[in-house]
Structure formats: structure tokens, C-alpha cells
């Protein structure tokens, strides 16, 4: 049996770096035939996301909605937010950023929020037009006020990229199935948060939502985009991936309560410390209600 799951085990492996390697690097006659599948490739490929399995109501014995905030200053999270300069790199390698606008653009993610509670949606317009800022120089008014046409080096225009994001924020809900036994996890929306364009340069400006998305509506789109893996460059990690087996740095910032949801900071205020240890209280009594269902 031993030798069975060996060999079971191997295989998977081996088939896993033909699925997420970089497709024919070793057999390209020429630089545009590498990350071009084969025919062969295309023919055998089976790259969806693993499937959610269904869940009845009656089996959440316990639920607990949290919100947590993912950190991209953590060397964990690096690879949720490199790269940020694409002119010198390949085009299979993108930031999550890049992957969710670039996707928001083309159409293949529909629907976008302005909250993560999903009541409000925007439009790709919307979102861009607080992403982007235009300044015109004095020399420019000087030449408004002439009645002359502004010249167009007379014009700074300042837009956000996957460089100045700065955190992720997350939501999802714990839950204990009683059919399986265990406490689980599944990731409800996603949301990239920026700085405010207008105080981009400042140290004490505010960071804002960027938009939410609903994350079982992307995970296609983030199975498809592949992220870096320090451990192995022949085997990357989709941001599906990584995000389902939780493989990133977070502490919570709310969890859902009778208070209309309050975040820790609201009723804990001007103190990092004790709303680190409350965040960490909320992880705690959650982790103990698995705990606390076995019987010995």
C-alpha cells in the first residue's frame, strides 16, 4: 500500500509540472513559442479550480463571518504583490492586482462592489476615475488663462498601479460541519487597498478600498494566473491556490457582531498592541470551537 501511494504520489508530481511549469521552455524552437502549450498539452489539460463541495444548512453547526487584512510588507505575502514593473519580465508573470484589472477590463470578471457586504456595484469607469489624478503645472494655467491650448508636458497625470497597493483585505466565513467534523474555511470577497491618489506621496494619507469582488465569481480568472514559487520556478502556485490553502500572513480587523459589525480599532482605539492581541482573541475562539466539540 505504501508503494502504491508512492508511486500515486509521483505521478501527480510529475504531471503537476507539465500543468504549471512554464509550457515548453525546453522544446521552444524560438522565444515566441515559450509558454505556448502543444497541441498535446492543450489535449490533456484539466487546469480548473478544484471545486467547492456543496454544503447543506443544516450541517453548519457554527458559523463566524471575519474580515482580516492581508499585509504585503510580510515577505509571506510577497507573492501576492510582485511583480510591480512589467516592461522587463514576462508576460506569464503579473501582480494579483494586475491580474484582477487587467480581467475587470476585458470583461471576464462582471460584477464589482463598492463594499464587501455586495449592495452597491460600480462600473470599471467609476473605479479608474478615484485611481487617477491629473495636475496641470503653473506654466499650463499661464497658458489657460492666455486662451492658449495647454500644452501636453504641461500636464502630470498620476494613476495607481500594483505598485502602490498595500494591503488585501479578505472576507470568509469559519464554519463547523458537522457531516465532515471540522472547521473550514471558504473565502466570500476580495479587495485591493490603495492609498487615496491625491495624498500618494504623503506618509499620513489614508488607504482606501479599491473595490470588492465576490471571490467564488474570480476564481477562474485566478486559477489561470500563476504566481511565483520561491520553493520551485517549475511548479508555480495559482493566486487560487493561494488563497484557498491560506497561504499568506493576516490578522483580522472585524469579525460580525451585534454591533453593526464594528471593527477592533472602533472600540479599541489608538493602541497597535492590544488590537493585535484582540485579533488574535477572535483567532483563538474560533480555533477552540473545534477543539471544544471532541470528547475524550
Excluded at 51 to 70: A, C, F, N, P, Q
Excluded at 206 to 228: H, T
Excluded at 263 to 287: F, H
Aim: proline share 4%.
Amino acid at each position: 500500500m505504501n508503494l502504491r501511494n508512492f508511486l500515486l504520489t509521483a505521478t501527480f508530481v510529475i504531471a503537476s509540472q507539465g500543468v504549471f511549469a512554464q509550457f515548453n521552455i525546453l522544446n521552444a524552437k524560438a522565444p515566441e513559442e515559450i509558454g505556448v502549450k502543444t497541441e498535446a498539452q492543450e489535449k490533456y489539460d484539466n487546469n480548473t479550480p478544484l471545486e467547492y463541495g456543496y454544503v447543506d444548512d443544516r450541517d453548519i453547526l457554527w458559523s463566524k463571518m471575519t474580515w482580516e487584512k492581508i499585509v504585503l510588507d510580510e515577505r509571506i505575502n510577497f507573492p501576492l504583490y510582485y511583480p510591480v514593473d512589467t516592461m522587463n519580465i514576462g508576460k506569464e508573470r503579473r501582480s494579483l492586482f494586475d491580474v484582477l484589472v487587467k480581467n475587470i477590463k476585458n470583461g471576464n470578471i462582471k460584477d464589482i462592489y463598492a463594499d464587501s457586504y455586495f449592495t452597491t456595484k460600480q462600473t470599471w469607469d467609476q473605479v479608474a476615475e478615484g485611481m487617477m489624478k491629473i495636475d496641470t503645472a503653473d506654466l499650463g494655467y499661464e497658458q489657460f488663462n492666455a486662451g492658449e491650448p495647454i500644452s501636453p508636458e504641461y500636464i502630470d497625470t498620476t494613476a495607481i498601479t500594483s505598485y502602490h497597493v498595500k494591503e488585501y483585505k479578505i472576507k470568509g466565513l469559519w464554519y463547523f460541519d458537522k457531516r465532515q467534523g471540522e472547521l473550514k474555511y471558504r473565502i466570500m470577497a476580495l479587495c485591493p487597498v490603495i492609498p487615496d491618489v491625491y495624498f500618494i506621496d504623503s506618509d499620513d494619507g489614508d488607504l482606501i478600498d479599491a473595490f470588492w469582488v465576490f471571490y467564488p465569481d474570480v476564481r477562474e480568472v485566478l486559477n489561470e494566473a500563476k504566481s511565483f514559487n520561491n520553493k520551485n520556478t517549475a511548479m508555480p502556485i495559482s493566486f487560487d491556490h493561494i488563497m484557498n490553502s491560506r497561504r499568506f500572513g493576516a490578522y483580522m480587523y472585524k469579525e460580525e457582531n451585534v454591533y453593526q459589525d464594528r471593527k477592533i480599532d472602533e472600540y479599541i482605539p489608538n493602541d497597535a498592541l492590544m488590537q493585535l492581541l484582540e485579533s488574535d482573541r477572535i483567532k483563538t475562539k474560533i480555533r477552540d470551537f473545534e477543539l471544544d466539540q471532541w470528547q475524550y
